[in-house]
């Protein structure tokens, strides 16, 4: 008898999800990733009765993610989901990178099957713990028929790894989509969906990251700003850098001693990319200008960049 690929596996990274504090009051005196994955699952009864796995894959509070780490977490995502009894993976994570990880994971697997990360803005000891029900709402995505790719299940809504940004340091809704564009929500354990505009990215397979992480090229993000010169870009170039994200005015505009500095990098044989320091926005691709990142945010951009020159 063949088994219902009804099994959702949930993968523990760390993070304020799993962090603890000494009183219950406290939301931000915690130390993240205390608590392991198996300790949250125990926490949201209505989980009881689903058909759940539960990994530790790493215990990092998610400001200290790292290339290692990511490899890993690739690894094993895209080993769980070529089972044929898993529906779906649920990845816990810190808000500080997950948009980082997502796209990131995104971009190497662009997996049919689901892979809903989650996260919390509150540690798991505050009075009014956020994710318990972020974690039970990302299994009730990664378990409909209709979810795909990888996606961010948190404060009831439902982001792509494409769109999704942190815009709060503190509120429990802290994340949104850039122009709006949430893909759905969850309602009492259901999910909505909104129309899905974008057509996902062609997975760039895990070959693209087999080489060891301390030999990834060395992506760096600039930002320009009044008073912006070169300095920084020629001091990059000395150390060796292999590429450069700025994120610019506008759409994507530049300083003239910063562009200058850029192009002399360019010139050297530094890939650069053109990105906005705006929240939203694409930055448009002119003649005569430097590359650009198109919609990406700056850290998606660098992200891009340091798959394309892995290649």
Sequence with gaps: MQTPA????????????????????????YTAAQLRVEDLLAAVPALQGRRL????????????????T???L?????????RPE?????????????????????????????????????????????????LLDAVVV??????????????????SAEQLRKVHSYRIDAFD????????????????????????LAPLGLARVDRPAAQWPRVQILMNHVGADGAIVRALIAEGVDGLVVAGTGNGTLSASLD???????????????????????????PGLLPSAGSLSPVKARIELILALLA
């Excluded at 709006?180 to 057509?199: D, N, P, S």
Aim: glycine share 10%; aromatic share 4%.
């Design 142 to 159: 990664a378990s409909d028929v209709y979810a795909s790719g990888v996606l961010f299940a948190f404060a009831g809504a439902i982001h």
């Design 260 to 286: 200058a500095a850029l192009r002399e990098a360019q010139a050297q044989g530094v890939r650069v990319l053109r990105s906005t320091r705006c929240d939203a926005g694409p930055v448009m691709e002119l």
């Design 74 to 82: 690739a690894q094993q995502v895209d080993a769980q989901l070529s």
């Design 177 to 200: 989509s850039a122009e709006g564009a949430r893909l759905g929500v969850i309602e009492e354990g259901r999910v909505r969906w909104h129309l899905r505009t974008a057509l996902p």
């Design 86 to 134: 898993v529906k779906g993976v649920v990845v816990t994570h810190g808000t500080d990178t997950v948009e980082e990880t997502a796209y990131f994971l995104q971009r190497v697997l662009a997996p049919n099957k689901p892979v809903v990360m989650t996260a919390a803005m509150r540690p798991a000891t505050a009075l009014q713990a956020d994710g318990p029900q972020n």
């Design 6 to 29: 009804d099994l959702i596996v949930i993968l523990g990274t760390g993070g304020t999800i799993a962090g603890t504090a000494k009183t219950a009051s406290d939301g931000v005196g």
């Design 70 to 72: 990511w490899q890993r």
């Design 53 to 68: 796995e539960a990994h530790q894959i790493a215990q990092l509070d998610s400001k200290d993610m790292d290339f290692t």
